[in-house]
């Protein structure tokens, strides 16, 4: 991947993750808390796959997304093993807001995710506009 699409690329990751997190607020300002969840998770996981496409990797599943992640900015210090703790939370809430039709959110959980989820977007952001990315 030429470093000019790559840069073309993870802003559209970016911008695709801001309009997520505008749907997620207004999902949750209409009462519609397990959807505001789901795209949450949808919010942080293209700013993940945006930090991925730094290094040139393109996971192919949401599995895939967290152990790049893991592999490449965890384990390497770039990023606290609490980071991958919340994408790995909000994925098993993702899965339950949108699979599991009994699972009940309150509007605590929801202000609770988005706060741990924009500590680790922020950071995200920070990082890659450090590296000239952003």
């Known amino acids: ?17 801001n309009k997520t997190l505008e749907a997620a607020n207004l999902l949750f300002d209409n009462g519609f808390v397990s959807d505001a969840i789901s795209k949450l998770y949808y919010f942080l996981l293209y ?9 040139g990797l393109e996971p192919r599943s949401h599995e895939g997304a967290l152990r790049l992640f893991g592999l490449y900015f965890v ?28 699972y009940t959110f309150t509007e605590e959980d929801f202000v609770e995710f988005k706060k741990e989820t924009n500590e680790l977007a922020d950071k995200i952001k920070a990082y890659l506009k450090q590296k000239g990315y952003l």
């Open 75 to 102: 384990k390497e210090g770039i990023f606290e093993a609490k980071s991958s703790h919340t994408f790995s939370k909000l994925m098993k809430y993702r899965e339950e807001a949108d699979y599991n039709p009994s």
């Open 1 to 17: 991947m030429r470093e000019d699409n790559k840069k073309r690329n993870i802003r559209e990751e970016i911008q695709k993750a």
């Open 47 to 55: 700013c993940i796959r945006a930090l991925l496409l730094t290094r």
